[in-house]
């Protein structure tokens, strides 16, 4: 038994070792929804509380949430006096490798945050520990009921949780009503409901430099100052609108690639003719999205929760809705992903009491990480948001419990997102075709799950 047991140890350093070398070193572009730089991997550290017990946690959080989950570790020690948190936080991409390598030394953080989509291949490695024992259904502390769905269901491997949900995230609609009245469009102007309503009011929110928009006569597309549009994730804005068409880019058994459905050519295409047949939207590898929209360049921006931070901290200036995702297929739809806090399962004593607590005491605070832009995991919370302080939050968590989609889950998910990324890209920087970029993308990532 003590043989098996070292072998099985032996194979998941081994895996893990792999797994850190090849680790591709753009998956960060799978990871930073906003484009811009990668940040340095200098972590930002806090140690907070003076109590004998310490936690170490770890974090991919280092923009506005960042600041908002420091602030919830802080009350957590004042709280509890008797404990001490050492917090890392690293870009995501920069986390997963210093997590595999922690992994790999026997010395993984005492609590870590994760997506839903990595625990698939965690899991399978036998670093995460279940999670059951927390929620009621278990004899613990948590209401299972509680919980978001679809957001819970993708915490489950085979009968078992794994991590504890801490909030949902995803995509939704950003709106300055600012250019609404630039362009002399009524601030009232409800969502559009097809994709025939959003070009038309794209197009009355594209000015070019002397005041016309695209479908007049004389419209100059190379001197616009306003666009109606535009595109921030491109990828998941993209998963956005296949899942509305009813596509998604892996088949159900998650056995083949199917990005190049009909689904997802009609998702493409119409980001493609945004920007080169409607023009209401800029080529993306010119024009950031998340910076133009900040810039007041674009009107109407599909972009995550985590903006809310950057609109309520920086930019005051900005009179801003939310919306739904907009609504361009047949059915609504939109991607959406959650933030899970995991503990290892080599925990014991003092140290698994400690991380259970913590754990918990951020989970019955996520009202507090609302004001990250994220939407509380737990139902009651989310019934407690002030709207008039949380309006996105509210409008943007109930889409995600109608009828928010996860991405698949797959032990190569980052892989399978950088195979077809760039492809991506090449198709609305107008490199390639939308067919080409679709097929060569679908057979990266065939070529991936075949290695499987």
Known sequence: MKQRSLLIGMTVIAVLAMMAMSWPANSIAAQNP??????????????????????NYWNGLTGGDGSVMNAMVEQFVKDNPSYKVHTESYDWNTMFQKLQAAFVAGEPPD??????????????????ASSDDMLDTGGGPLPAKDFTEPAFSATVIDGKHYGILLDNHGFGTWVDLNLFKTAGVDENTPAPKNADEFIALAQKLTLDKNGKHPNEAGFDVNNVTQWGTGIDWVRVQFQSWMYQFGGDVLSADGKKATLNSEAGQKALQFMY???????VAPDPAGTNGYNAFQAQKIAIMPSGTWFRNVLVDQHPEIKWVAWPMIQIGPKPATWVSAHVI??????????????????QYLTDHSDIWAQSGHVPARISLQGKLDPQKYPSNIVFGKSFQEYGHFAPQNVDIVQLENAYDPLLSAALNN????????????????????RQ
Do not use: C, R
């Not at 870590?112 to 995460?128: A, C, D, N, R, W």
């Not at 995991?342 to 754990?359: H, I, N, Q």
């Open 342 to 359: 995991f503990w290892p399962p080599t925990l014991s004593g003092d140290k698994l009491t400690a991380a259970k607590k913590f754990v």
């Open 111 to 128: 609590v870590f945050v994760m997506h839903t989509s990595e625990i698939p291949q965690y899991q399978k490695l036998g670093v995460l």
């Open 273 to 279: 003719d945004m920007i080169y047949k409607y023009h």
């Open 431 to 450: 490199q390639k075709s939308v067919k080409d970029a679709l097929d060569e993308g679908n057979a990266a990532m065939q070529a991936i799950l075949d």
């Open 34 to 55: 906003t484009n811009t730089p990668v940040p340095t991997n200098t972590p930002v550290v806090l140690d907070a509380g003076t109590g004998n017990i310490v936690i």
